[in-house]
């Protein structure tokens, strides 16, 4: 059997050793070579565009530029999702390290453990880098003539303990028992391609999601469930019973049952509940994941650190703390 990809010598371009390693200038001009690629490092006025700034750095020796043409200052991370950093350069490295060295996720609380920061500052930073992660999935479409793509649906949140008597417990698969909080995140994934998922109150809410972004001649795979039957309108849909196979003739939703099970790790594994308004993040995470599965720690890093430093201020936390609160969320 061919090694697994993870335990290859390839899989492992980057650690954290070397991270920690790092002197105070590399680390800021590894960040400046992700910021500015065009110019190999030169920084570039996220005001006027100006490429003739000089070193104009804070007293304490925080890294500042100021332009000739506009004469306004700016740091690396200016304009960018990490804006205003409190932490020094080398801490958002680790950080993102970190975050993707652990394939299935990473609690807020074990990072803030990890760099001994506060659990708010590790909660807000990795919502940060899944909303740079997102960045890659906007206005993804997939499929297209004789491609095929699966999708499923996995339900999140909403859970309902059982009381403790016998006598006082309820059936909770009846509505009237449920706490109504319950979402289903919906995945398209393409063979061999890429995945987008994107969150609904039920299966039957994505069917208008599905045909807006999968592309016309798309041969769909989806399991026995009846929320599906509209997608056959659009495109060639096969089904698979999974009472009676996993796979048969060619039809079945394994890579979309791939997502779910790297995410379903992610929620048992490490965050223990994931639900509410951040579970759209969570699930384009495990979609990030999958889609760079076979990609070495270092590009990984590399790419997410490209993604946030190209990244707008955050949108779900931009110098506020948790009020981000939508309903569908696509
Ligand atoms: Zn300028």
Not at 51 to 78: E, H, M, N, Q
Not at 120 to 147: N, S
Request: charge should be positive; glycine fraction near 8%.
């Amino acid at each position: 059997m061919a090694q697994h990809f993870l335990l290859s010598k390839a899989a492992k371009s980057l650690s954290l050793a070397r991270v920690f390693t790092m002197k105070d200038d590399q680390t800021e001009m590894a960040f400046r070579r992700i910021r500015w690629a065009d110019t190999d490092g030169d920084p570039v006025c996220p005001h006027c565009g100006g490429v003739d700034a000089y070193d104009c750095r804070r007293l304490k020796g925080a890294p500042r530029f100021r332009c000739r043409a506009c004469v306004k200052d700016f740091s690396i991370t200016s304009g960018t999702l990490f804006a205003s950093h409190k932490l020094p350069l080398r801490c958002y490295l680790a950080a993102i390290a970190i975050f993707c060295n652990e394939v299935k996720g990473k609690s807020a609380l074990a990072l803030s453990r990890d760099l001994n920061v506060s659990y708010k500052c590790a909660f807000v930073l990795l919502h940060k880098l899944r909303e740079a992660m997102a960045e890659e999935l906007k206005g993804r479409t997939l499929g297209g003539d004789g491609k095929v793509a699966e999708v499923d649906g996995g339900y999140f949140g909403g859970y309902v303990k059982p009381a403790n008597f016998r006598v006082n417990r309820r059936d909770r698969r009846l509505a009237r028992y449920q706490t109504g909080k319950r979402k289903v995140v919906v995945v398209v994934r393409e063979r061999n391609g890429h995945s987008l998922p994107a969150v609904f109150r039920s299966e039957s809410h994505a069917l208008d999601f599905i045909r807006r972004r999968v592309a016309k001649g798309t041969t769909i795979n989806a399991d026995e469930a009846g929320s599906w039957e509209g997608l056959q309108d659009r495109f060639e849909v096969k089904r698979i019973n999974h009472e009676e196979a996993y796979s048969m003739d060619g039809a079945c939703t394994n890579w979309a049952e791939e997502f779910f099970s790297r995410m379903r790790r992610a929620e048992i594994g490490h965050h223990h509940h994931i639900a509410g308004a951040y579970l759209l993040r969570y699930a384009q995470e495990a979609s990030w994941r999958e889609d760079n599965r076979r990609t070495s720690n270092g590009e990984q890093v590399n790419r997410l650190a490209g993604l946030a430093m190209k990244h707008k201020p955050s949108v779900d936390f931009s110098g506020y703390w948790q009020r981000h609160v939508t309903a569908d969320q696509t």
